[in-house]
């Protein structure tokens, strides 16, 4: 159904707030491009390679394929997902989070961290030393079903319904949309409705916004990252809308998930 890879940053270090996703995507995004750039100027949008150049397509362009997983802990434990055509990427995040982290530093202190191991789909690649890994992607593909089960919403979503941002409720149809959306995006498929009409019983929630918000360095401004938690008890879930979920659960929900935001769980 999807091609995905995993690369996973596992280690002991907290940041003194629990919101780590600005962080990790914007010492990413400066290492990445010290590892990729070959534009003296690193000016992107008037360079000659950034049809081709890693750093354009995961922060320049329109939509970019690979999405952070984040909980909303102090702890530095995170991951990147990869996708499709991006999944042979891979070596450059790797190296570009070894820099990140290793060699430049975090935050406006430039805190370097010594230990830390990275993982691809399971498999160690980085501890005091770089191993060889196969890079060979995971598939999803889901032949379980359940009608049954809480909907955990894990990290914000945000998300609109009739033209609003969600705040305090959110419609499973909505939801499924965004899942649609971003699928038929990653797979590089045109645009189309939800090609069902779910079927379910909504038995009890419990949401809440999340306020969130960061610093952009290059807009000069704070950005607002806020939208909706908590959990959702469904009933009679019809298969189609469960196994879309369960998709969810890897390519994420609405808006910002590269800075660790629509993360879901299907329990």
Do not use: W
Request: overall charge positive.
């Amino acid at each position: 159904m999807i091609n995905y890879s995993v690369i996973e940053f596992k280690s002991n270090f907290s940041l003194p707030y629990e919101f780590i996703g600005s962080t990790i995507r914007g010492a990413l995004g400066v290492a990445l491009k010290k590892v990729v750039c070959i534009n003296p100027s690193f000016d992107c949008n008037r360079c000659f390679a950034k049809e081709n150049c890693t750093f354009y397509d995961f922060y320049e362009s329109d939509f970019a394929k690979f999405r952070l997983k984040i909980s909303l802990t102090p702890k530095l434990d995170f991951k990147i997902l990869l996708f499709e055509e991006k999944i042979k990427e891979a070596p450059f995040i790797i190296s570009a989070l070894y820099k990140a982290f290793k060699e430049i530093g975090i935050t406006k202190s430039r805190i370097k961290l010594d230990n830390f191991v990275i993982l691809y789909n399971n498999q160690l690649v980085y501890d005091k030393e770089f191993r060889k890994f196969d890079n060979t992607p995971l598939r999803f593909n889901i032949n379980e079903y359940k009608k049954d089960f809480t909907l955990k919403i894990n990290t914000p979503i945000r998300i609109k319904e009739d033209g609003k941002l969600v705040r305090n409720s959110i419609k499973l149809e909505t939801i499924l949309r965004s899942i649609n959306h971003r699928y038929l995006k990653l797979t590089n498929r045109e645009i189309q409705k939800l090609p069902f009409t779910p079927e379910y019983e909504e038995v009890y929630k419990n949401l809440y916004f999340k306020e969130l918000t960061r610093f952009s360095n290059r807009q000069k401004t704070k950005m607002n990252l806020g939208g909706v938690m908590g959990e959702i008890i469904y009933k009679n879930v019809d298969e189609n809308s469960y196994k879309m979920l369960k998709l969810g659960e890897i390519i994420g929900v609405g808006k910002q998930v590269t800075f660790g935001l629509g993360d879901i769980k299907v329990e």
